[in-house]
């Protein structure tokens, strides 16, 4: 149950995240200038992918570090 919490969690970030880059891209999109274009959607693509593989090795060594704190109280 609890990988399914955090991957549950995972998700939701990661799609409120590209949510918002999205709507963040689309109000600064500008037809007109195709090479501006395709800068603003390579930012866009980036940026969606960083944040939730950011987040998940922030959860992973959260989860590691309580777990070696767990192991250290038992061994006591």
Aim: charged share 25%; no cysteine.
């Amino acid at each position: 149950m609890n990988w399914w919490n955090t991957s549950l969690a995972i998700a939701l970030i990661y799609a409120s995240g590209t949510v918002g880059l999205m709507i963040a891209g689309l109000s600064s999109y500008d037809p007109d200038d195709p090479i501006k274009r395709r800068r603003e959607d390579a930012k866009l693509v980036f940026h969606a992918w960083k944040w939730p593989l950011l987040t998940a090795k922030s959860i992973r060594a959260r989860w590691q570090s309580m777990r070696a704190d767990a192991n250290h109280t038992n061994e006591e």
